[in-house]
Nanobody, 128 residues
Framework: QVQLVESGGGSVQAGGSLRLSCAASGYTNRRYCMGWFRQAPGKQREGVAAISDGGARTYDADSVGGRFTNSRDNAKNTLYLQMNSLKPEDAATYYC?????????????????????WGQGTQVTVSS
């Protein structure tokens, strides 16, 4: 069974930075494409970034492009999301997710139902 555990959330002021981590167990995450989603209260879950199984391909949503960078360390079974220049609208619960198939990652990385496994989320608060 795959388990994903996010960490690194917290409260920062606008313009600040946070680095989220997602530790995977139950498998070696190198075989899965991984994604980051976020969900603010009253809003739908939004895909913000994804990375291919080997880490060579990354994708970012327009809303975070240039500010967020996702990466992975397959030796540590860990996924990262470096978030810079945070804005109040970035506040949300952030989730990492794993997809069993990488085919179509560029097309589906923002589709929650495309991913098979989810972490419990970590809260990010951004004050203005």
């Amino acid at each position: 069974q795959v388990q994903l555990v996010e960490s690194g959330g917290g409260s920062v002021q606008a313009g600040g930075s946070l680095r989220l981590s997602c530790a995977a167990s139950g498998y070696t995450n190198r075989r899965y494409c991984m994604g980051w989603f976020r969900q603010a209260p009253g809003k739908q879950r939004e895909g913000v970034a994804a990375i291919s199984d080997g880490g060579a391909r990354t994708y970012d949503a327009d809303s975070v492009g240039g500010r967020f960078t996702n990466s992975r360390d397959n030796a540590k079974n860990t996924l990262y999301l470096q978030m810079n220049s945070l804005k109040p609208e970035d506040a949300a619960t952030y989730y990492c997710a794993a997809a069993s198939s990488c085919a179509g990652l560029y097309k589906y990385y923002r589709v929650a139902s495309w991913f098979d496994y989810w972490g419990q989320g970590t809260q990010v608060t951004v004050s203005s």
